[in-house]
């Protein structure tokens, strides 16, 4: 909770062109961080969720909740959970999503993944009684500045294996949805063929990287 | 953590983002993820993979006035902490300090040295800490399903190679295994199983209902 509210009392500049201009902060005299990016842009998503983390834009959220509600619902909904309840899970996953913005990191997750993983967490606890292990988290509690590239190319990769994802043949891209939806037992992902990850786990371990560093200068 | 050997292959950790992963292993995955870099960026890829299949779901349609009331709910303070940091104590990671519900282990014997305590077990299987003296051997066990066992303190050897801090080890049913501390401190691992394993060694098999193992 600390590091939300040191969101809340100091945003922190907008990463670029982009991020200032899909805001509707006024928040000016915002510096890029790295020119190079200047020519690409962030998704909208990630634009979206940066204002939420670092100015706690509603506007903002509200786009994220148009795109995110109804694909968080129809993956509820495919676990066999009426309508209502549904629902009820999506609200807690976007207030989740609202409270813990200051975590989001976005040089080793994309928005999309980052919610995902709110979403199986928040299902996972509802059915069973006890909470669901989750990893120890890493992190600082003040946020350094943030390399453009790093996020970019995270992006870059992101989109790549949503393309790969595509390009599958149906039935199998049918079997990648039904595993990563908690419909098949661990045996039957474990005779999975497994998509191409090399790249993107090149790219998360270079943010890790960073992060790692930071917290060893904060030490 | 840069010198964890053994690792959790794509699938199983496909199966723990997705839910599908038992309980007791989840435990060990979350543990061994806590320990292990290499890990914790598989992890993450898979769960850029997860939001990519989330991001290319056909929509449903929401209710009209959802969107306004979740909007009204934003300026209120969550009733319940929003972040759940389960921390490391010792040589505990976060997710055993969490199934330990912020206590000690309640070690009992199984004789020869040897110490378990269970920190879950239900239909889904079992999660403990075994605490092997040094230079000792853990009973020749089989077991009907998947073991996975993480190294906390100390180190291990058997037929599957050596297992040092963080290090992890899959195996199945096909695998009859004696794993052996190595001389020195005890070894202290974290070990689920999805059935009561079969010791083949001082436990009889008639006692296993009354050790829960």
């Known amino acids: ?219 | 953590m840069s010198d964890v050997k053994h690792h959790i292959a794509d699938d199983l950790l496909a199966a723990y983002v997705s839910g599908a992963l038992p309980h007791p292993y989840a435990i060990v995955v979350a543990s061994h993820i806590s320990m292990c870099d290499e890990c914790r960026v598989r992890h993450e890829a898979q769960l850029a993979v997860g939001g990519s299949v989330l991001e290319t779901l056909e929509t449903t349609e929401i209710t009209a006035d959802m969107k306004a009331r979740v909007m009204d709910l934003l300026d209120d303070t969550p009733a319940k902490p929003a972040i759940r940091v389960p921390r490391r104590q010792g040589i505990y990671p976060g997710p055993v300090v969490e199934a330990l519900k912020g206590g000690q282990p309640k070690w009992r014997s199984l004789g020869m040295g040897v110490k378990q305590s269970i920190l879950f077990a239900g239909e889904e299987g079992s999660v403990r800490l075994l605490y092997i003296p040094g230079g000792q051997a853990v009973p020749e066990h089989g077991h009907n399903g998947l073991e996975m066992t993480l190294v906390l303190q100390g180190a291990f050897s058997d037929e599957g190679g050596r297992y040092g801090v963080g290090d992890v080890e899959v195996t199945d049913e096909h695998v009859d295994h004696v794993p052996t501390a190595e001389p020195g401190p005890a070894c202290i691992c974290l070990a689920a199983t999805d059935a009561p394993l079969r010791f083949k060694g001082f436990v009889p098999r008639l006692l296993q209902p009354v050790f829960g193992i």
């Not at chain 1, 676990?79 to 040089?107: M, R």
């Not at chain 1, 890493?138 to 992101?158: C, H, K, N, P, V």
Request: with cysteine.
């Open chain 1, 1 to 219: 909770m600390v590091a939300l509210s040191e969101d809340l009392k100091t945003p922190k500049p907008a990463l670029s062109r982009a991020a200032r201009r899909a805001s509707d902060s006024n928040a000016g005299g915002t510096t890029l961080t790295d020119r190079s990016a200047e020519d690409r842009e962030y998704t909208e998503q990630t634009l979206w969720m940066l204002a939420v983390r670092d100015k706690r834009d509603k506007a903002a959220f509200g786009c994220l909740f148009d795109f995110y509600a109804p694909r968080l619902k129809a993956m509820i909904l495919r676990n066999g959970i009426s309508g209502s309840h549904a629902e009820d899970i999506v609200q807690d996953v976007l207030l989740t999503v609202w409270n813990k913005a200051g975590q989001f990191d976005p040089q080793r997750a994309g928005v999309s993944g980052w919610i995902y993983q709110i979403a199986r967490n928040r299902q996972i606890d509802l059915a069973r009684k006890y909470n669901r292990p989750v990893p120890e988290e890493l992190r600082t509690e003040d946020r350094t500045e943030e390399e453009a590239g790093q996020i970019l190319a995270l992006e870059q990769e992101t989109q790549k294996l949503k393309r790969a994802l595509a390009a599958l043949p149906e039935e199998q891209r049918e079997m990648v949805e039904k595993a990563y939806l908690g419909e098949l037992t661990h045996s039957d992902i474990r005779n999975m063929t497994g998509l191409p990850l090399g790249t993107i786990k090149s790219r998360i371990r270079l943010g890790l990287d960073r992060l790692r560093n930071e917290l060893k200068d904060l030490r």
